[in-house]
């Protein structure tokens, strides 16, 4: 998936600027855009993540931060497996991680006191 930078620029977000902004209240919403199935003891699915403000007014798409070769698109991080995202979400300070695995599906994470520790 790619979007058009200048249409989408304000509403996109690095993995830096998403850690800094749960540290300031965001959520991270998770979302399952492809079913997962299981292959032996590995998930395997597709789920994008994105910043939203606690009331639901401002909502930002996480996105690879490496400059792509088309400088006028920006592409959507998206994990491809279960392990890879709980690692990112633990990375980003979370105490827990809870993944949908149909598509269409959602959770929310926020930082707790004591999770970016």
């Known amino acids: 998936m790619t979007f058009d930078l200048g249409k989408t620029a304000p ?6 600027r998403l850690r800094s902004l749960m540290v300031e209240g965001f959520n991270a919403e998770v979302i399952c855009t492809s079913s997962a199935t299981r292959k032996a003891a590995v998930w395997y699915g597709k789920w994008v993540i994105r910043g939203v403000s606690q009331d639901g007014s401002s909502e930002r798409l996480l996105v690879l931060s490496r400059a792509s070769a088309d400088k006028d698109e920006v592409q959507i991080r998206e994990f491809k497996t279960a392990n890879g995202l709980i690692s990112f979400l633990s ?5 827990h991680a809870n993944i ?18």
Request: glycine residues 18%.
């Open 91 to 95: 990375d980003l300070g979370c105490s």
């Open 11 to 16: 509403n996109v977000v690095t993995e830096g």
């Open 100 to 117: 949908p695995l149909k598509e269409g599906g959602r959770s929310t994470h926020t930082l707790h006191e004591g999770d970016a520790d």
